[in-house]
């Protein structure tokens, strides 16, 4: 099980466990963004939450881009 820290996730209006993204979900955020790298993201682990934020930036997007929303197609 990866590990998981507590960060407030805006979406859930409370402090939630995050975790860091696998490789295959770094990839594919890495193409919904068009960026080479996305190591500072971390994933809310609330159930039906999956909001991703950085580890200093609780709100990074306009919208928020949840972990399930980069598997659908663009």
Same mark, same amino acid.
């Given at each position: 099980?990866?590990?998981?820290?507590? #960060?407030?996730?805006?979406?859930? $209006?409370?402090? @939630? @466990?995050?975790? #860091?993204? $696998?490789?295959?979900?770094?990839?594919?955020?890495? %193409? %919904?963004?068009?960026?080479?790298?996305?190591?500072?993201?971390?994933?809310?682990?609330?159930? $039906?939450?999956?909001?991703? %934020?950085?580890?200093?930036? #609780? %709100?990074?997007?306009?919208?928020?881009?949840?972990?399930?929303?980069?598997? @659908?197609?663009?």
């Amino acid at each position: 099980m990866a590990r998981t820290t507590e #960060k407030y996730c805006f979406t859930c $209006d409370s402090y @939630e @466990e995050h975790r #860091k993204l $696998d490789e295959e979900e770094q990839a594919k955020l890495r %193409r %919904r963004l068009g960026r080479s790298s996305v190591n500072e993201f971390l994933v809310c682990v609330a159930p $039906d939450c999956f909001n991703l %934020r950085t580890g200093w930036n #609780k %709100r990074p997007f306009p919208e928020p881009i949840r972990l399930s929303e980069l598997n @659908e197609p663009e």
